[in-house]
């Protein structure tokens, strides 16, 4: 028995025993890799405005501390379980392994839907969440960063609670801040930036230009709009976008400027248009160059994988490919798959940057900061695609055989104690 269960920890554990099995790891040494060290479960009362007391569920899961403290997201949605989070921070291990950095993986996150909240009913619940988490947490032990549901503000009141706790400043016990408290420049755009320059370089290796070509983003979230905006700069027209409350297409492009105006104006995409609104169940399937998942998990499923109709598929969100849609996409051998753990680590690469900054009390500009991060993700797309090439194996399979083995190396090197 364990408390992990759900659809998407079950995805986890299913992509980790393919992996097992690929490297042939032994029976004995596979739950110490997948199971998670620690696992917390909060009750978080908040005062509500209208007097009443409202009670939030909320959690954090720390993978392993193998190489270092382990580093995460926080989200506040109303999806979020124990398995759920838990998935997220074994993949989270698998991406920071990859990327080379010192981390283990983990994630929390609140069930609520802040959409519900006000200002200082978030704010209390920020508060109180960070507060039950004082015991576990730290610059050296696990550090918080954004995720769905949560922004710079979010974490600026997680670090002042730290910080009150502590009796002095604590900028490094999350990244994602303002950079006024000790935030990094870039770290906001650093995940669809990142995107958008490994779909550049998906693009090269097939030999297409991205000027000009055709892109579908589902989700427009941080994650998905800066990665509309980022790829809009290289001269790709985007032909089809969602969120949660509406679906635009059009052929001819779409007006991406004005897209990031009217959800900055109004904060979602709602009400942008209604000559170009469309079917979000077909979305995924629209023929285009690139598709960038980056919304939630599990929306490309094996039925979805035999209809998508792209040359790039950029996981930009986590875990949005099931293992048998892999298993569809591995026959299918027509699309260049930039996985998840590879796609989207921009954010955790430059959170690495910002923790480093505010360690050492010495700050670099945005454009050492972008350069850093593209040579990062450079290293790690050259090392997914060699590796896939030597074992002849899919990018996904290489990308997290690299990511298991250094975990795996690093705990034998260590040993078990006591």
Known sequence: MSIYTGPVFDMARTQFHRIADHLAIPADERDRLLYPKRAIAVSCPIHRDDGTTAVFQGYRVQHHLTLGPTKGGTRFAPSVDIGEVGALAVWMSWKCALAGLPYGGAKGGVTVNPHTLSRRELEALSRRYMQEMIPFVGPHTDVMAPDMGTNEQVMAWFMDTYSMYQGQTVMEIVTGKPVAVGGTLGRKEATGRGVAYLVERAMGRLGRALSGATAVIQGFGNVG????????????????????????ADPRGLDVP????????RGALAGFSTELASDPAELLAMPCDILVPAAMERVI?????????????AEAANGPTTPDADE??????????????????????????????????????????????????????AAVLDRATRDGVSHRTAAMAIGVAKVRDAKISRGLFP
Request: glycine share 6%.
């Open 225 to 248: 709009a800066i990665t509309a905006a980022s790829l809009d700069e290289r001269g790709v027209r985007l032909i089809g976008v969602s969120d949660h409350t509406a679906c635009y």
């Open 301 to 313: 499923d094996a039925g979805m994988a035999q209809r998508i109709d792209c040359r790039v598929l």
């Open 258 to 265: 004005a897209l990031l105006r009217h959800v900055s104006e």
């Open 328 to 381: 569809v996409l591995d026959l299918r051998k027509d699309i260049f798959v930039l996985p998840d753990i590879l796609c989207n680590a921009g954010g955790v690469i430059v959170s690495y940057f910002e923790w480093v900054q505010d360690l050492q009390q010495f700050f670099w500009d945005e454009a050492e900061v972008n350069d850093r991060l593209y040579r990062v993700l450079q290293r790690a797309f």
